[in-house]
């Protein structure tokens, strides 16, 4: 039997902000750090996926200190993607609700920004749902600390006082942080990865999160036990 529920954020619980959202957040990056004609391959950079050589990289160009730039990148990215959130475009999925028959702990453990994790909680009103939650600092260092490294998500569980919880992500570096962890996975294939064949192979693989309450090991109360606790707030 589990002993907690631990979740990825983006693309499990809720959806994944349109690309071009992040795009607009690094291109005001170089604005307010005075830059007013990046090379647009720098700003690319700075988009998604980045790494801190490319931190590195980008600040020695323009002369700006590395921890500046990514500090700058992080709180821009995170303002508007909750600016996304309020206005209705990035949203919880359908079967959120599942998740409130679960009987165990439960947690977050996502590579976004921590006020971003925080942000999305209070606006639907779901922070008590989850015992623990985390999302990166804006610094370098939590590029290094990241998934797939097990950091988080080893820090998430000792916060939740657990040794077996099963971790459901919707990516590689879900399934990889979850191995190097030691607990099991579970892969949901939501829209965006109908495709994808991940990688390594996760324990589990789900299509939604009404299929977790089905997995072997996954506590579940009844159905009235959960309407009793409100379902979520929007």
């Known amino acids: 039997m589990y002993d907690a529920v631990i979740f990825d954020h983006d693309g499990v619980l809720t959806t994944l902000v349109d690309l071009s959202v992040l795009h607009d957040a690094a291109w005001a990056t170089f604005d307010e750090l005075g830059i007013s004609d990046p090379d647009p391959e720098h700003v690319e950079k700075m988009v998604i996926r980045v790494q801190p050589d490319d931190v590195h990289a980008v600040a020695d160009a323009y002369d700006l200190d590395p921890e500046t730039l990514f500090r700058t990148r992080d709180e821009l990215a995170s303002s508007f993607q909750r600016e996304a959130v309020s206005d209705g475009r990035k949203v919880p999925y359908d079967d959120f609700d599942a998740i409130h028959r679960i009987d165990a702990p439960m947690g977050i453990v996502s590579s976004n920004q921590q006020a971003t994790i925080d942000y999305v909680l209070d606006y639907l009103d779901a922070a008590h749902l989850f015992g623990t939650a985390y999302g990166r600092e804006p610094a370098i260092e939590s590029l290094h600390r990241k998934k797939p490294s097990p950091y988080y998500l080893e820090r998430a569980m000792a916060d ?42 996760p324990t589990h693989e789900i299509s939604g999160l009404d299929d977790l309450l089905a997995l072997d090991g996954v506590p579940v109360v009844d159905d009235s036990t959960a309407a009793a606790d409100g379902g979520l707030s929007q």
């Open 160 to 201: 939740l006082g657990v040794e077996s919880p099963l971790f459901v992500g919707d990516s590689d570096s879900d399934i990889a942080a979850a191995n190097a962890a030691g607990v099991d996975s579970a892969f949901i294939r939501r829209p965006h990865r109908t495709d994808h064949t991940p990688s390594p192979d």
